[in-house]
Nanobody, 129 residues
Framework: QVQLVESGGGLVQAGGSLRLSCAAS????????VGWFRQAPGKEQEYVAG???????????DYVDSVKGRLTISRDNAKNTVYLQMNSLKPEDTAVYYC???????????????????WGQGTQVTVSS
């Protein structure tokens, strides 16, 4: 079992920055696929970014087009934590942000919520214009 706890959300003005943290307990995240998703009011959940350890041992990252160049996903294995650095925030980034972890299985899709078996409770990010 993996328990995930997000933190770091808050209220920020457009153009500002936040760093979200996803702290894990129970198992090491280093071997897991970890993703960030978000859900804005009245909208469906949306994939934001994901990180996966490749066969070479290096991390491979992926981003949805709307956040490329502004958001950065990274992990600190020693702290068993995955981060989402959010820069140049826009009002449309306002949402509840969730981190999720999943075992790497054949045929997984990093952008699909079904690839993840463990979810945090979410943290609210509000960007004012």
């Amino acid at each position: 079992q993996v328990q995930l706890v997000e933190s770091g959300g808050g209220l920020v003005q457009a153009g500002g920055s936040l760093r979200l943290s996803c702290a894990a307990s129970g198992r090491s995240l280093s071997a897991y696929l970890v993703g960030w998703f978000r859900q804005a009011p009245g909208k469906e959940q949306e994939y934001v970014a994901g990180i996966l350890r490749s066969g070479s041992g290096a991390d491979s990252v992926d981003y949805v087009d709307s956040v490329k160049g502004r958001l950065t996903i990274s992990r600190d294995n020693a702290k068993n934590t995955v981060y989402l650095q959010m820069n140049s925030l826009k009002p449309e980034d306002t949402a509840v942000y969730y981190c999720a972890a999943g075992g790497v299985r054949a045929g997984f899709n990093i952008r699909r919520s079904g690839s993840y078996g463990y979810w945090g409770q979410g943290t609210q990010v509000t960007v004012s214009s």
